[in-house]
């Protein structure tokens, strides 16, 4: 499985834009690229994919690098809620998902 | 969106008890099902994966004989630790995907804690 680098943690001031990277340089040209985030004591919770075009939907946006060896997922303004562990995963068609070990966001007020 | 209720949300019991973990799909059909366990401060590792009417695959190292999985319709399976032991005692996660869309995202249950005594 192509593997992802992701920082441990990384803070955020609320009402504030947040990116956080994943890098991907060895992913293939059939690996769409993940993210799901979990909050404490819950199950993981889908937030958005693509494959070499930005996506936006109604939680996120992802940027993901012409030659799609990173990416970034951005939260436009976050909140208290979104802090969590967020996970990027490599993923083709339908194999399973396996999680690395994510960048954990504090959001301070 | 698509919903997985998984039952109960925690669970206490004797060393030596089994315990049964359900997973359902509330608003779709889930062909395939996976079973994650997640360790405090670590992060989520697959245990197996089920497909509706098969038996189940395990990754390795996973007992397969003391994580049984059942996954006998589209939208139920189960998890059975059996003979439980406090090294068992972890956060016990299911999801499910619907088989009949290609590369869409999996939806997760809220857990379940299992707390061996």
């Known amino acids: 499985d192509a593997k992802t680098t992701q920082p441990n943690s990384m803070e955020s001031n609320e009402e504030e834009p947040v990116h956080l990277p994943c890098n991907h340089s060895?992913?293939?040209?059939?690996?769409?690229i993940h993210w799901y985030r979990q909050l404490p004591s819950q199950g993981p919770e889908y937030v958005i994919h693509?494959?070499?075009s930005n996506v936006n939907n109604r939680m996120a946006s992802l940027a993901i690098a012409e030659d799609r060896k990173s990416s970034t997922l951005i939260l436009h303004r976050a909140t208290l809620r979104d802090a969590a562990v967020y996970y990027c995963?490599?993923?083709?068609?339908?194999?399973?998902?396996?999680f690395g070990t994510g960048t954990r966001l504090l959001v301070s007020p | 969106g698509a919903v997985v209720s998984q039952h109960p949300s925690w669970v206490i019991c004797k060393s030596g008890t089994s315990v049964k973990i359900e997973c359902r799909s509330l608003?779709?059909?889930?062909?395939?099902m996976f079973w994650y366990r997640q360790f405090p401060k670590q992060s989520l590792m697959l245990m197996a994966t089920?497909?509706?009417?098969?038996?189940?695959?395990?990754e390795q190292g996973v007992e397969k004989d003391k994580f049984l999985i059942n996954h006998a319709s589209l939208t139920l399976s189960t998890l059975t630790v059996t003979s439980a032991h406090p090294e068992d005692s972890s956060f016990y996660i299911c999801s499910a995907r619907d088989g009949q869309l290609y590369n869409q995202p999996q939806h997760f249950g809220d857990g379940t804690r299992l707390s061996i005594l």
């Open positions: 995963i490599l993923r083709t068609g339908f194999q399973k998902l396996v």
């Open positions: 089920s497909n509706e009417g098969s038996k189940a695959t395990y």
């Open positions: 060895t992913i293939s040209g059939t690996d769409y």
């Open positions: 693509g494959l070499t």
């Open positions: 608003d779709f059909q889930a062909t395939t």
